[in-house]
Each structure stands twice: as structure tokens, then as C-alpha cells.
């Protein structure tokens, strides 16, 4: 009886270890597969924050804004990395009207772009500029009173808009009023 005792011990014995490596071997894959998501996940979130990182900084110190340049002057050379906006129209329109209308944001006409204008010019510049003073907020676009600029003076206004219809091909300049 010591024989079958034995036998049925080894094959109880035999059981429990292969269920023991049945369990084991599940547990690495699930584990596996776990870790995998998570990376994943982690991933997914650092290419989120990347795409959620700000595109600018807010200028509320009232000063002029300009264009960011990638490339730097010499170091001694005394140059700026900008160069320096001689026409007074472009100055004004480079403080803040630059940037929503050299993409298009909030729906503003991008500058030069003929088609996104269609219509404007020929209101004349007076009409404009109470557009520009007093903001717009239309279906196809929102202005924001001054630019969002309070600062900004009718002359810079008026100058900024200047530099805009000058961007648009001949004869739309000349229907908003405008001298080239």
C-alpha cells in the first residue's frame, strides 16, 4: 500500500507543481501586457502635453511686439537678432495685428491673402478702423476692440491697416482709400 501511496503523492505532487508554473507563466504574460499599456499610455500622454504646450506668451506690458527670430546675431557684433522695421505702417501692424492675421486666428483675414479680404476694401478705411476700434464679434470672426491692444492709437490703427491693404494685390488699396 506504501507503493500506491507514493504513486498517487508523486501524481497530487506532480499537479500542484504544473498548476503552480500554469499560474506563474500567466502571471509574467498578464503582467507583460499590463506594463505594455502603461507604457503606451505614458506615451500618450507625453505626446498630449507636447501638442498642449503654449505657442506664445502674452505681452501685457503694453511694449511693442515682434516677430521671434531662430537666428542670433554674433555676440559682439552690437547687431540685434531683428532687423529693424523702418516702414512707421509695418511697425504698427508688427505691435499686435500680426498676430492673429498672419494665420488667421479667430477667423481674421490673413494679410495678403485676396480672397479672405474680398469685400473689405472697398468699405474704406473709416469703416475699418470703427471695426478695429470698436471690435467685431461675427459669425466668421471675432475682433477684439483695439486689437486687444488698448493702447493702440488711431494713428497706429489707421497705419496698421495701411500695411494690410498694401499686401493685397493692386487696386484693393485703392478702393479702402488707401495711398501706397
Known sequence: MSDQQD???MYNFSLVIFALVVIAIGAYFMASHIYTGYVESQREDDMVASRLQPVGEVNSSGAAVT?????AAPEG???SAEPEITDPNERAYRRICFSCHEMGIGGAPK??????????PE????????SVING???PTGVML??????DMTDEEIRSAITYM???LPEGAAAAAGVDG
Open 77 to 79: 557684433s552690437g547687431a
Open 67 to 71: 516677430v521671434a527670430s531662430n537666428v
Open 123 to 130: 468699405k474704406g478705411i473709416a469703416t475699418l478702423m470703427q
Open 165 to 167: 491693404m498694401l499686401q
Open 145 to 150: 476692440p483695439r486689437g486687444g491692444l488698448p
Open 111 to 120: 494679410t495678403g491673402d485676396a480672397t479672405a479680404w474680398a469685400g473689405r
Open 7 to 9: 504513486s498517487k503523492f
Open 136 to 138: 467685431v464679434n461675427a
